[in-house]
DNA sequence: TTGCGTGCAAAGGTTTTGCATGGCA
DNA sequence: TGCCATGCAAAACCTTTGCACGCAA
């Protein structure tokens, strides 16, 4: 995880500011593209999948890959700080991201370390699921 | 989950035979073409995805889409009461991915779907973290 | 015989790469 | 000025689909 050395470009700017404004959801390089062009700026596909690289290097975007879905998902990742205390569940199906603070759960990362020699790195570690909601409300693909 | 109603053809014979002499770790749609071409035995791809969903769809094969990794793997699932489940840990610095074993982390689901109402994929889940060579070894590494 | 399985090739979609140009610092 | 970012197009990849033929039951 490097820092951003990057320059600062307009589309750049356009990219980010896209990706903060829909942090609450995970996002993918065609939503991303169609927004920007319908914006008035398009930029390259291939602009975007490197300036995306680059977030996800630096820790600002985190990107997810589901399964049955063609393509990745990217999501703004708004405090690095705090999500490194905590577990993450995304939801495969409206694909909501759920940072969960739960001490129980931190003791599996003793567990593991004792038992298992690994040392999990929660920050980075998601868990795929089924969020309450979906679950609950119906069988219903999304 | 249906039950495999297919007929029995050789390639398929080959092919599964392939994956249960293989179960206890992950291949793909690669390997699996490569090996039953060196065994003389070639099969085509579009026969391989075929063959493996059907698989997927009995329950005989899991399919896993890493982080990271393109393209999806396979692993045949030798007792699908015992071991169907089991979570996946990846250090981010050797890129190693265990295939972790353990009654007490899967009671994490349960404790996730009672108390979060989240009910979590294991076959799409994997820790994130630094393995017992990676962290005893040294802090350097790639 | 019936219908699934296979092979081959082509298509579809996502992501990467090369190269020349343009813009930030 | 030097270097990174961008655009465009081509390429690389993974996976799916169409169609004719072969084989299991």
């Known amino acids: 995880m490097k ?10 700017e356009k990219l980010v500011d896209y990706l903060v404004r829909n ?5 993918n390089v065609q939503e991303i593209s169609a927004y920007l062009a319908s914006e008035g700026s398009p930029l390259g596909t291939a602009t975007i999948y ?4 680059k977030l996800v290097e630096s820790g600002l975007v985190r990107k997810f890959v589901i ?7 990217y999501q703004y990742i708004e405090n ?6 905590h ?10 991201l759920i940072h969960l ?5 931190m003791g599996i990362n003793e567990h593991i370390a004792e038992h298992h020699g690994f040392i999990i790195d929660p920050s ?12 609950a409300g119906s069988d219903e693909q999304v």
Chains 1, 2 share one sequence.
């Open 3 to 12: 820092r951003d050395t990057g320059y600062n470009t307009k589309q750049k």
């Open 23 to 27: 942090k609450e959801k995970h996002t």
């Open 50 to 53: 490197r300036q995306l690289d």
């Open 67 to 73: 399964d049955g879905k063609m393509g990745a998902c």
């Open 80 to 85: 690095t700080e705090e999500c490194r205390e």
């Open 87 to 96: 577990f993450h569940l995304k939801c495969l199906k409206c694909g909501k």
């Open 101 to 105: 603070n739960c001490d129980h759960l």
């Open 124 to 135: 980075q570690t998601v868990f795929y699921g089924v969020c309450a909601e979906c679950s």
